[in-house]
């Protein structure tokens, strides 16, 4: 009995020196992973949508909603109702281009036929005096208005019903280069030939990338087809991201005959 006692007094002294002896485990830290790298954040191409609504009256709509209205002569034929957000801009007060009942109850900022600018936000409007028809202009009672406007990250022109012969070096200076979209009369508004292209000559002086035809003619269409390509849509509007404009001025065929002027000229219809 007391041998074995020994024994396994031995045995637990032996088991406490190996335990003391050991090296002591140290628990191990797992490595930080080194963090990937983050990609660039990307910031998609503006878009603007537009609708043309016959005549010259059209809508300008970024992604937020905020609108752009010209030229509104039937507000039935708008996407919706007008806004406070909205800002409504007039070229002059023909009867295809103006409603009185419509411009004096809008809820919105608004140039009606005046020579001046506006600043909305990150929108700039500026407004420049041109003539209706070939005769000169008269600063002090403008018979139309050209309108530059920077919205969305586009550069947009309307002319309204510009009848001149050519634009003048200060329209030009004042509209400036890197026209994204122009809305410019594709008929002589001031002249008696109706098939006078004398337009097409002063969408040239524009130079936009894409040019949306206003009282349009298909005499002057057949001809302008003939200078630059062109595209149509069915649709009431179309959505254009700004990094798919064309590099040089093409035919955008919108509204109620855009499909058939599309057709007569064997255009493709866009994907906008």
């Known amino acids: 009995m007391r041998t074995s006692l020994r024994i396994t007094s031995l045995a637990a002294v032996a088991m406490a020196l190996a335990a003391c002896s050991g090296s002591a485990s140290t628990p191990t830290t797992a490595p930080t992973p080194t963090p990937s790298p983050t990609a660039p954040a990307t910031t998609a191409p503006p878009t603007l949508t537009i609708a043309y609504e016959e005549n010259c009256q059209a809508e300008l709509i970024a992604p937020s909603g905020q609108r ?72 002090d009672a403008p018979s139309n208005h050209i309108f530059i406007i920077e919205f969305n990250g586009f550069k947009i022109v309307h002319g309204g019903s510009t009848g001149q012969l050519k634009l003048t070096p200060e329209q030009l200076s004042a509209i400036g280069s890197d026209v994204d979209v122009a809305f410019m009369v594709l008929f002589n508004t001031g002249g008696a030939d109706p098939n006078d292209t004398k337009a097409i000559d002063m969408i040239e002086q524009v130079n936009p990338k894409l040019e949306i035809p206003t009282h349009a003619k298909l005499g002057i269409i057949q001809a302008a087809g003939k200078d630059w390509s062109a595209t149509f849509s069915s649709h009431k509007t179309v959505t254009i991201p700004h990094d798919q404009l064309p590099a040089q001025t093409s035919l955008l065929l919108l509204g109620r005959l855009g499909p058939n002027y599309g057709v007569i000229l064997k255009a493709s219809e866009t994907k906008w």
């Open 68 to 139: 752009i209205l010209i030229d509104v002569y039937d507000p039935t034929r708008l996407t919706s109702p007008a806004t406070s957000t909205d800002i409504l801009l007039t070229t002059h007060t023909h009867s295809d281009h103006y409603l009185e009942s419509f411009e004096t109850t809008f809820p919105g900022k608004k140039i009606t036929n005046k020579t001046t600018e506006l600043t909305v936000g990150d929108i700039k409007i500026k407004s420049i005096v041109a003539s209706h028809d070939s005769s000169p202009i008269n600063p």
